[in-house]
C-alpha cells in the first residue's frame, strides 16, 4: 500500500504575520498547541490548533510560491466549503483570507481519526451513512458549481492517451483491452454529466474522520462539483477495494455497469498521469497513482 501523504510545512514555518492573523480570526490568545496532519497531498500547512483560552480550530495555509496549484485549490475550497448548507456532514468554515501570497483557511476542528485501512465494516458502514447525509442536504446541486462532467472529461481521458502513447511496460491486459477502458471512460464521462446533486470527487479515507461516536464527517471539498447521486458511492467503492475492504456494502443498488466503467475511469487516469514528473512539492504522488492504477485493474479483470 502507498499512502496518501506528501510532505507539509508545518504551522511554525508560516510567517509571522499569517500566524497572528489567523490567531484573531480563532481568538483566545495566541496559538499554543499545533499538532500537523499528515494525510492528503497539499504541500501546505494542515494543524490542529489550540490557543491560550483553549479554543480549537483546524488551520489549513498554501502559499502558490510553493505550488500553484494547490493554492487555487485552496480557494476553491473554501469558496464551496462556505456555501454547504447545515445539514452536510462536514467541517464548518470559521473564516479564511487570501491575500496573494498565502490562502488560509480556518475550520472547525472535528475531533476524531480517519477510517482504518484496510477498511474494517462498521467504518464502511459509517461512511455509507454519511453520503446518504450529504446527498439529502445537497439534492438539488446549489448554484454556482462546476458540472462533474466537464471536471473529468479531461482526466477521464487517460485511457485515449495512453492508448497513443502507450509506456513499454504497459500491462499486457490493459494493452489488450485498451478499446474496451477507452470506452467505459467515455461512458462515465456521459453519465457525470447528469448533475442532480452534488458530487465531492475526492472520497477517499484519509478526507474523512471517524468522530468518536462513530459518525464519520467528510472533509477536503475543493473538488466538489455538481453530479449524479451514484458518484459519491462509487468514490468510495473504488477507496475500499484500492486500501481493502468489502466494497459491496457501498455499492448496493447502483447498476454494476455504472461502478465498472467508473472502475475503469479512474484507473485510466491515474495510469495516465502516473507517467509525469511530479508536480512542484508534492514529491509522493506520482507512486501513489500508479498503486491506484494496479489495484483497480484486479477489478477491471475480473468485471471487463
Not at 489550540?50 to 480550530?57: C, K, L, N, Q
Not at 498565502?102 to 476524531?112: A, K, Q, R, T
Not at 446541486?141 to 477521464?156: Q, S, V, W
Not at 471512460?185 to 442532480?196: D, F, K, Q, S, Y
Amino acid at each position: 500500500m502507498v499512502p496518501a501523504t506528501g510532505k507539509r510545512i508545518t504551522w511554525l514555518e508560516l510567517p509571522e504575520t499569517v500566524r497572528a492573523r489567523i490567531e484573531r480570526i480563532i481568538g483566545g490568545g495566541a496559538v499554543v498547541r499545533a499538532v500537523s496532519q499528515p494525510g492528503g497531498f497539499s504541500p501546505g500547512s494542515a494543524d490542529r490548533v489550540v490557543t491560550e483560552s483553549g479554543r480549537r480550530a483546524f488551520v489549513k495555509a498554501v502559499t502558490p510560491a510553493v505550488n500553484a496549484r494547490s493554492a487555487e485549490l485552496a480557494r476553491d475550497e473554501m469558496r464551496i466549503t462556505a456555501m454547504l448548507p447545515e445539514g452536510v456532514p462536514a467541517p464548518r468554515l470559521i473564516d479564511g483570507f487570501d491575500d496573494g501570497e498565502w490562502v488560509v483557511l480556518v475550520l472547525e476542528d472535528v475531533e476524531g481519526v480517519h477510517p482504518r485501512t484496510p477498511w474494517v465494516e462498521s467504518e464502511i458502514d459509517a461512511a455509507v451513512t454519511a453520503l446518504a447525509e450529504l446527498d439529502r442536504a445537497l439534492t438539488p446541486a446549489p448554484a454556482g458549481l462546476k458540472n462533474a462532467g466537464e471536471l473529468f472529461a479531461e482526466d477521464f481521458a487517460g485511457w485515449d492517451r495512453v492508448a497513443a502513447d502507450p509506456p513499454a511496460d504497459l500491462d499486457p491486459w490493459e494493452r489488450d483491452h485498451l478499446p474496451e477502458l477507452r470506452a467505459a471512460a467515455a461512458r462515465t464521462v456521459t453519465r457525470l454529466h447528469a448533475g442532480e446533486s452534488v458530487a465531492h470527487c475526492d472520497i477517499r479515507a484519509d478526507n474523512m474522520i471517524v468522530r468518536p461516536d462513530g459518525r464519520v464527517v467528510i472533509v477536503d471539498w475543493p473538488w466538489a462539483a455538481a453530479g449524479p447521486r451514484w458518484w459519491n458511492s462509487v468514490d468510495l467503492a473504488a477507496n475500499v477495494w484500492v486500501h481493502g475492504g468489502d466494497p459491496e456494502r457501498v455499492i448496493e443498488g447502483i447498476d454494476r455497469r455504472i461502478v465498472t466503467d467508473a472502475f475503469a475511469a479512474l484507473a485510466g487516469m491515474f495510469r495516465d498521469i502516473c507517467r509525469q514528473p511530479p508536480p512542484p512539492g508534492i514529491p509522493t504522488v506520482r507512486a501513489f497513482q500508479r498503486w491506484q492504477a494496479d489495484e483497480l485493474r484486479r477489478w477491471l479483470k475480473a468485471e471487463m
